[in-house]
């Protein structure tokens, strides 16, 4: 089942280049049947890569809508049933529309009206829809939505809970990725997953256990998280926040939460993206040293990367190619442990790998000179 999933992580990262994180994280939050919300510029593939996971799914139903001022609640929840208003009713024909749906995607969600909006909080949290006298148990998984923007309205903070994943899209770094994108991307996305797997996933990531030293980190979290970043966690959340640590863990392979997933949590917590450094260096701190180490290797590794893709002096160009060499052999060493810190290790490994490719071409381009 794992390699299902894996499978749909790996032609992601094909297609939707320098994602790695959002892409783990997206896959995590469906498994934990949770909703994710993605910020950033418009073009810089938000959709696209909600769209390709789209299309790795068999038979679910999906509810695709692009959110404007003038978007009616219709145009949601399906067309008003004449014969039941004749009869004094107001029902919807769902059929089609969200509340029939399994995975929904909402772009420019922002940009709707606060009555549409506000229609999602009951069937994005409780999974029901109150159609006239009669309640439907809707068969939603998960919902995204995308944004160039935050909720500007008060009215509006409800609904942007509800999204329990919140990552901010940044645009690509690497030349390697823009010759990519200008050369076209030919891998295709292969139908891989059925309704039935996700939910049979879900299943199996509640079986993931949380020790009791593992709790009481947790807890310290929320406290620490609070007290030093001014972030308040509901229990509501905490208890999301959990589900989704276990989707990641099991998707890994592994049968236990460690402190070491804590760093995933940076997207489940930030409110806005001004607060992301503070969280992120209270999450550091509850890192084993293997991972802090690895970061650390990872963090030299990219400044060197830059510094070197630059660098004109041949010798000193050689020089920093064979420290990052050293930094990789380092990483990758860790990752050979096959420790429960090497899936952790293994991410960041990948990420650099990426990096050095660019760098790797440069260097034997030289060579043949």
């Given at each position: 089942?794992?390699?299902?999933?894996?499978?749909?992580?790996?032609?992601?990262?094909?297609?939707?280049?320098?994602?790695?994180?959002?892409?783990?994280?997206?896959?995590?939050?469906?498994?934990?049947?949770?909703?994710?919300?993605?910020?950033g510029k418009p073009g810089i593939g938000k959709s696209h890569m909600i769209n390709k996971f789209l299309e790795s799914t068999v038979d679910a139903n999906k509810f695709v809508k692009l959110m404007t001022?003038?978007?009616?609640?219709?145009?949601?929840f399906g067309p008003l049933d004449i014969n039941a208003f004749k009869q004094g009713k107001l029902s919807f024909n769902v059929e089609g529309y969200l509340a029939d749906s399994h995975i929904a995607f909402?772009?420019?969600?922002?940009?709707?009206?606060?009555?549409?909006?506000?229609?999602?909080?009951?069937?994005?949290?409780?999974?029901?829809?109150?159609?006239?006298?009669?309640?439907?148990?809707?068969?939603?998984?998960?919902?995204?939505?995308?944004?160039?923007?935050?909720?500007?309205?008060?009215?509006?903070?409800?609904?942007?809970?509800?999204?329990?994943?919140?990552?901010?899209?940044?645009?690509?770094?690497?030349?390697?990725?823009?010759?990519?994108?200008?050369?076209?991307?030919?891998?295709?996305?292969?139908?891989?997953?059925?309704?039935?797997?996700?939910?049979?996933?879900?299943?199996?990531?509640?079986?993931?256990?949380?020790?009791?030293?593992?709790?009481?980190?947790?807890?310290?979290?929320?406290?620490?998280?609070?007290?030093?970043?001014?972030?308040?966690?509901?229990?509501?959340?905490?208890?999301?926040?959990?589900?989704?640590?276990?989707?990641?863990?099991?998707?890994?392979?592994?049968?236990?939460?460690?402190?070491?997933?804590?760093?995933?949590?940076?997207?489940?917590?930030?409110?806005?993206?001004?607060?992301?450094?503070?969280?992120?260096?209270?999450?550091?701190?509850?890192?084993?040293?293997?991972?802090?180490?690895?970061?650390?290797?990872?963090?030299?590794?990219?400044?060197?990367?830059?510094?070197?893709?630059?660098?004109?002096?041949?010798?000193?160009?050689?020089?920093?190619?064979?420290?990052?060499?050293?930094?990789?052999?380092?990483?990758?060493?860790?990752?050979?442990?096959?420790?429960?810190?090497?899936?952790?290790?293994?991410?960041?490994?990948?990420?650099?790998?990426?990096?050095?490719?660019?760098?790797?071409?440069?260097?034997?381009?030289?060579?043949?000179?």
């Amino acid at each position: 089942m794992q390699d299902r999933f894996k499978q749909v992580v790996s032609d992601m990262n094909q297609l939707c280049l320098e994602r790695q994180s959002e892409v783990y994280s997206m896959v995590g939050c469906i498994i934990a049947h949770e909703h994710g919300f993605f910020l950033g510029k418009p073009g810089i593939g938000k959709s696209h890569m909600i769209n390709k996971f789209l299309e790795s799914t068999v038979d679910a139903n999906k509810f695709v809508k692009l959110m404007t001022a003038q978007t009616t609640v219709n145009e949601l929840f399906g067309p008003l049933d004449i014969n039941a208003f004749k009869q004094g009713k107001l029902s919807f024909n769902v059929e089609g529309y969200l509340a029939d749906s399994h995975i929904a995607f909402l772009d420019e969600v922002w940009k709707s009206n606060s009555q549409c909006l506000n229609a999602l909080l009951t069937v994005l949290e409780e999974r029901r829809f109150d159609n006239g006298n009669q309640t439907i148990q809707a068969p939603l998984i998960s919902c995204f939505g995308a944004s160039n923007e935050l909720p500007q309205d008060d009215s509006l903070k409800a609904l942007y809970d509800r999204f329990l994943l919140r990552m901010e899209v940044k645009t690509l770094l690497q030349r390697e990725s823009y010759r990519a994108l200008y050369s076209g991307l030919t891998h295709s996305m292969r139908q891989v997953l059925s309704v039935n797997d996700i939910r049979e996933a879900n299943a199996q990531s509640s079986m993931v256990t949380m020790g009791e030293d593992v709790c009481d980190s947790m807890i310290d979290l929320v406290l620490d998280i609070g007290l030093k970043c001014k972030i308040d966690i509901s229990p509501r959340r905490q208890v999301k926040m959990i589900r989704f640590l276990k989707a990641l863990v099991w998707l890994d392979g592994k049968d236990k939460i460690t402190e070491n997933y804590f760093q995933y949590l940076l997207d489940c917590i930030w409110e806005t993206p001004s607060q992301k450094q503070s969280v992120a260096i209270v999450l550091s701190s509850y890192l084993s040293p293997a991972v802090q180490a690895a970061k650390n290797d990872y963090d030299v590794a990219i400044a060197l990367i830059d510094s070197a893709i630059n660098q004109s002096n041949l010798a000193l160009f050689i020089k920093e190619y064979h420290v990052i060499q050293e930094q990789l052999k380092t990483i990758e060493d860790k990752v050979n442990r096959g420790d429960d810190d090497s899936p952790h290790v293994e991410r960041t490994l990948l990420v650099l790998k990426a990096a050095f490719k660019p760098l790797n071409k440069k260097y034997l381009k030289l060579r043949k000179l």
